[in-house]
């Protein structure tokens, strides 16, 4: 079974930066990153495929947010910047085994808090 450990998240300031971490106990073919913000259902924030394909899940995370992973390692990064307070949420890295399948691997989250 594939793992995900993600770390990174914690608290930063209107309009700071956070990186996040996830590391995969294996290969698969997309890695990226969820979240779930108070009272919300879950939403897309990015991804990236090992042949450089990049996804973000809004206009907003495109413009403020940046996602690179090193094959190497199997390990996928969130870079956050221009951080606000309706970023506050919990942060989960998933894996996409497959092209075209489920994201069938996800990571415990992790917390990420955005003070006005």
């Known amino acids: 079974q594939v793992q995900l450990v993600e770390s990174g998240g914690g608290l930063a300031q209107a309009g700071g930066s956070l990186k996040l971490s996830c590391a995969a106990s294996?290969?698969?073919?997309?890695m990226g990153w969820f979240r779930r913000l108070p009272g919300r259902e879950r939403e897309f924030v990015a991804s990236?495929?090992?042949?450089?394909?990049?996804?973000f899940g809004t206009n907003s995370m495109k413009a403020r947010f940046n996602i690179s992973g090193d094959k190497a390692e199997d390990t996928v990064y969130l870079q956050m910047n221009s951080l606000k307070p309706e970023d506050t949420g919990i942060y989960y890295c998933?894996?996409?085994?497959?092209?075209?399948?489920?994201?069938?691997?996800w990571g415990q989250g992790t917390q990420v808090t955005v003070s006005s």
């Open positions: 990236i495929t090992w042949n450089g394909g990049i996804i």
């Open positions: 294996a290969s698969g073919y997309r």
């Open positions: 998933a894996l996409q085994s497959r092209a075209g399948g489920a994201w069938d691997i």
